[in-house]
Nanobody
Framework: QVQLVESGGGLVQPGGSLTLSCAAS????????VGWYRQDPGKQRELVAR???????NYADSVKGRFTISRDNAKNTVYLQMNSLKPEDTAVYYC?????????WGQGTQVTVSS
């Protein structure tokens, strides 16, 4: 059974940094993309960053230059380094693995940016 477990969320002041981790267990085949999404209450879940199988990355315009997504295949882990955090980055962040068959989601980790 596939599981995605996120960690690293928390409370941080504006301008601060956090690194989110997503550890995958189980066998996942035919992966198209791995990435991070976020969702605020009452809003749609939105893409933050993703890695396409060929190593190409996509970022939301709002996080370009501040966030970096990376992947450690040996550890089956995806990271999201978040720098220069802003209050508008506050949300629940979800790890996602998209395959040709389905999407896998983690349980989410809360990131709160506030002074």
């Amino acid at each position: 059974q596939v599981q995605l477990v996120e960690s690293g969320g928390g409370l941080v002041q504006p301008g601060g940094s956090l690194t989110l981790s997503c550890a995958a267990s189980g066998s996942i085949f035919s992966i198209l993309t791995v990435g991070w999404y976020r969702q605020d209450p009452g809003k749609q879940r939105e893409l933050v960053a993703r890695i396409i199988s060929a190593g190409i990355t996509n970022y939301a315009d709002s996080v370009k230059g501040r966030f970096t997504i990376s992947r450690d295949n040996a550890k089956n882990t995806v990271y999201l380094q978040m720098n220069s955090l802003k209050p508008e980055d506050t949300a629940v962040y979800y790890c996602n693995v998209r395959t040709v068959v389905r999407d896998y989601w983690g349980q989410g980790t809360q990131v709160t940016v506030s002074s």
